[in-house]
């Protein structure tokens, strides 16, 4: 039991520390880069109308179910990655959050470190961590869904900087508002 849970902590420790958050990396994927779709490709419209991809060659912890992408719909171009995960229960969802919120806190200690935990609502679950440097910010939380719960471990532009302005600048651009 004891090598299975020290061989999981490496593993995740040495998966997330291949990419950079300080360099706006994650998954493999880069904020800011452009991500090639192809027929294969699979992805559907988020609520503020980008696109969220499921990234089929990303490179993610053994934990890790998935890794979306949020990118403009013409260019492609990623504002957000998502590490996400679905779990049976609340509380595996929450252990989950408490160990990617350490990891993180860990390999980022130079990084501010905003208020949290910040409750989700009616469902359950927390904003866990919310870390921030320069213009990126990594956000950590897990809250219940219909079928249990989902964890979320995102990498996306800090709301304020002025890449994430430009993003969504960019995003109402590809979609032809005004």
Do not use: C
Request: proline share 4%.
């Amino acid at each position: 039991m004891f090598r299975s849970v020290f061989f999981i902590v490496i593993l995740l420790g040495s998966t997330i520390a291949q990419a950079d958050a300080n360099r706006g990396e994650l998954g493999g994927f880069r904020l800011g880069d452009a991500y090639a779709l192809d027929d294969d490709s699979a992805w559907t419209t988020a609520a503020d109308r980008s696109l969220k991809i499921a990234a089929t060659a990303a490179t993610k912890p053994a934990d890790i179910d998935m890794v979306y992408l949020y990118a403009t719909p013409a260019s492609h171009t990623i504002g957000k990655i998502v590490y996400h995960s679905d779990f049976d229960s609340l509380g595996e969802a929450e252990q989950a959050a408490e160990k990617y919120r350490a990891q993180l806190e860990s390999d980022y200690p130079d990084w501010e470190r905003l208020r949290a935990p910040i409750p989700m609502g009616k469902a359950g679950g927390a904003m866990v961590s919310r870390l921030r440097n320069g213009p990126h910010a990594l956000i950590v939380f897990y809250r219940g869904t219909a079928d249990g719960a989902e964890l979320a471990v995102e990498l996306e532009y800090e709301s304020a900087s002025p890449e994430r302005k430009a993003w969504k600048q960019q995003l109402k651009q590809e979609l032809g508002a005004p």
